[in-house]
């Protein structure tokens, strides 16, 4: 194999994988002109990638095979970052580091190959990580909307994994016995699963051996045998399992898929395709095209992958697609993608303290993610498979905002609900977002002063930092399902209400009291993540910890009308949230038209006279030449704006009071709210105004300037 054009995978790896292989003469080609076997044409594949390129090799391999890698994006927000500041605990496991594998040349130098690499302290934390991943994987069988496991042992596997070579090396040294030889090796060679991590979990637990003793020694027990011996060399434990797993089925005689025999139940998997990576062109990047090519599955899945760590994979997608366009280092890709630490970004400062450091990962990555550059902005859309920037809508803006959110919770102890990025708007993607590169220790020294850095530090940093500290949580729909707090001994009233009214709340309320908060969550962080401590409405620091509870009441829900505030450059101006401010009001009836006072109307003026019919009519916003002398194009421009940016508030005010009817009607026992010809009216205007909605993009892109 090593002698086809394209293969460079270490001869070490091959040796750990060849005992899997099935028919291993079938991937056989036409030998070189020394008469020496390659592998055949047909068995190989190239996969590129925005990463780079990599060769597989499609192989029939024995079922037990592979081993469940820890690094899958799909259980990374299972793993305490490398890219958290914060000092390590014993109870918070680090996502490992991955290195390219290399080996020394003749001339001094190093050269790569297509593996990976890994240091262990121990035999016993190596063992730990692989378990520790599979109960990551079990954890989200729940996002499945069938049962895998049963699926295998009904219809075998249907599609091949991807799985790549990797070197553990134990940093302590072995155990010896009585005549002084190790009790286990030094070092492991392993093939993990990039694609297909699910797959080989099930497989293995059908076989009744786990993914972490595939990697590091089956014992005998799980052989045949009796004891708790280990066999590490895989050709060895492999003949033996066979063996016991051909005598088992034949016991049976037939299969019966509901049968307690492992033998049985492994019918169908005891032969899998699978793609091995056995070469690459940029092998020290061999890591960053692996998982780019898993990564379309999490931003695009096929299954219900958790958003946290679709949003974390779909952010990593755009970081590698900027550094494979030369838009971005690898270094600093490295880091915002959280597989360095901060104190690598190029530049860090040194000395920062852990809220810095922080807040420097997390602003770079909202600049990565609503670029103002215009190759970054075409870059983010293609991967991201985004709407033209005339005809984008909520939920794409949404995404981003969630992918900002997820992988900047990485370097913090524990992810939040990524919902908690919700906070940016269409003109946010389309333009980009402008923020000041001003550290954060400047901005809260005189955000009690200075506008701008005030609005900043709300806009941009409160939601993440109250969202750390258990404080806000995005409201997810039903306050049944909301949190509470204890409150001096008594269950703290649970309140819903969205990050936007806690952000206008801090803005709305003692101007102190809110930036004394903001320092107060710093200092926190930079205390070794404490609880943080209440201030009072003056500024000064409290005794009690500070918790949900607490905020409601000193930063209440029902914040009054917002004080207008100077806009920064990029940086949205969060509308006022109307839906949050305390119960909605009653509604009279309407006939579906809208009530909107026009531009230059005030509450108080007179309503315009009955028509003939009785039916009041709809004031003109656009008064006739005749009335006004000229055209008013810039009113009519702020009208538009001002309208636009009240649909969404409106449609999220619907919401609520439906959601309100929903609780108020299951605690009065109350089956139906309204009456069949009321349900059907409201449902008439939904699809005509989604009508109109389409067409104002076009509309507006027609008066826009190229």
Known sequence: MLRTPGVNVPRGALSNIAPFIVEPSALLGVADAAGRPRLADRALRRITTEAGDMTVVSVRMHGVGGVVWENNERISSAWHSLADPSEVTDERRVLARVHPWTEATPEGGEEAFAALRRSVASREELISDVRLAVDALAKRVGHRPYDLKQDLILNGQ????????????????????????????????????????NRTKERQEIYGVSSAEVLTGVPLKRLGGEGETLVFDPHQWLTRLSETLNREFAAEGSWEPDSSCRAVRARNVAVVEAQLVVGSTTPR?????????????????????????????????????????GQLDEKTAEVLSGAAPVTELPGAPSGATVSELRDLRSMMLLRELFPTDGAKRFIIRRVLSESPPSQLTAPEVNQRARAWSALTSESYPKAWNPRIGEVLQVSDVRTGVAISKRPLRELLAVADTEEQAFEELVSYRAAHWLAAFGILEADRGSLAGQKSDEDDGMEATRVRRGVRNALNALRNNSRQQAVALLRELALAMDEGDRKPRRVSSSGEQLYEPMNRAWFNREFPKETGKRVSRPRLPGARTAPQDRADHGAPKAVPPTTGRS????PGRGASDPAPPPAADGVAETPSLFPAPEEQGVHHLEQWADEVRTRVSRLLDETRQAREVLDRMADRAREENVRFVFSRGQADEIAREVPRTLRTLRELPELVEALTEP
């Open 285 to 325: 990047r061999l890591y960053r095209i692996v998982q780019m090519s898993n990564r379309r599955d999490h931003v695009h899945p096929p299954l219900g992958f958790t958003q946290n760590d679709r949003s974390r994979a779909l952010a990593r997608s755009v970081l590698g697609a900027y550094v494979a366009a």
């Open 595 to 598: 009530e909107t006072l026009p």
């Open 158 to 197: 249907q599609e091949p994994g991807l799985y790549v070579a990797q070197h553990f090396r134990l940093e302590e040294p072995p155990l010896g016995d009585k005549e002084g030889q190790p009790l286990h090796p030094a070092e492991h060679w392993g093939w993990m699963a990039v694609r297909g991590n």
